[in-house]
């Protein structure tokens, strides 16, 4: 009488397990994978977690408990089971075959970013500098002084006597130059063959000197006018002095006589300073000293003096010492006659 209750509830079991795997194979649901005969129940969560385990089954010898190994979680959304039940005897022993399920959709890509705008301009590009090397700096040039008198108008000779491609004046400013840098000794005496050695010389030589450089012959010149105009010359007209041509042309009163002649005659004051040109002859006292007028003129615009009176600087500011002009005088050639211009002849 015991075991009625029992049998009655195996065989409620056994009908109950078919009904249900009837209505489980009728159905147009995802099968479910079974294990040893049993069937399996298949739930799947919200957020696509499965989880199969067998129902226990009791037999005989006793209950026993069969669980399925549970599978990876796979997004719900991504993932369908697949169709068709999973017959007995058909898996792998020891093993349970999961649930195989296949993508409804596409994966989501991601936009590709959209082209970057390629610039317009070139970036500036910087000097490559190699390594312990410093970059050579550009050199920046330095402007040059400006002439406070570079207003007033240089002169400039309508003669080039010697054909050299520089005027006059220039000429003899460049002869006179060249004196003062030999910076001959003082020395004033007389000469043989008339012409000192570069290395002595007066105050007169320097005149010689530079028209020698412009081509001129002052020494011929003057003995020219002392022959055939003795008159002028006082000194040698009274028979106080013998007309010598090795020594007529390095007198200072020789020369004045000759410049008032045939040179122009110009301002003696000194602060007219725009009448005071580069090249012109100066002669200074009673006829004692003379000079050429230079290039280079002081604060006050008043031009130095190239001459030799012994002193070491043969430039120098010297028109506004205590000298009084005498004389101021341009060799203009194309006022002389043409007989009295006398070529170099050494």
Not at 90 to 99: Q, V, Y
Not at 208 to 222: C, D, I, P, Q, T
Not at 232 to 237: G, K, L, N, S, T
Request: with cysteine.
């Amino acid at each position: 009488m015991k075991k009625a209750p029992l049998l009655i509830l195996i065989i409620v079991i056994l009908l109950f397990t078919a009904c249900t795997g009837a209505v489980k194979n009728e159905s147009t649901s995802p099968a479910t994978p079974t294990w040893q005969g049993s069937p399996v129940i298949v739930y799947i969560s919200p957020a696509g977690v499965i989880d199969t385990e067998p129902p226990a089954v009791e037999t005989e010898t006793g209950s026993t408990q069969i669980t399925a190994p549970k599978t990876a979680e796979l997004p719900a959304a991504e993932l369908t089971p697949s169709s068709g039940p999973v017959m007995p005897g058909t898996e792998a022993p020891g093993k349970a075959d999961t649930p195989s399920f296949a993508p409804t959709t596409e994966p989501t890509r991601k936009p590709s970013p959209s082209p970057t705008a390629e610039p317009t301009q070139k970036p500036t590009e910087k000097p490559i500098v190699k390594p312990n090397q410093t970059p050579t700096p550009v050199p920046t040039e330095t402007p040059e002084p400006t002439d406070p008198f570079s207003y007033i108008e240089r002169a400039v000779s309508p003669v080039d006597f010697n054909g050299n491609g520089i005027d006059d004046y220039t000429d003899i400013l460049i002869g006179a130059r060249i004196d003062a840098q030999n910076h001959p000794r003082y020395d004033g005496s007389y000469q043989k063959n008339g012409y000192p050695p570069d290395n002595i010389g007066v105050c007169a030589d320097v005149i010689w000197r530079a028209l020698k450089h412009a081509g001129y012959s002052l020494r011929y010149m003057v003995d020219k006018d002392i022959k055939d105009n003795s008159w002028r010359y006082p000194q040698i007209a009274s028979g106080k002095e013998k007309r010598d041509n090795k020594i007529d042309f390095r007198r200072v009163r020789n020369l004045r006589i000759f410049f008032d002649e045939y040179a122009v005659k110009l301002t003696r004051d000194i602060y007219e300073i725009e009448e005071w040109q580069p090249g012109d002859i100066v002669i200074f006292n009673n006829n004692t000293h003379i000079g050429i007028v230079s290039d280079i003129r002081n604060e006050r615009g008043v031009p130095y003096i190239i001459h030799n009176g012994g002193q070491a600087d043969r430039e120098q500011d010297y028109l506004e010492g205590d000298h009084k002009v005498a004389a101021h005088y341009r060799f203009d050639a194309s006022r002389i006659p043409e007989e009295m211009l006398i070529p170099w002849e050494g």
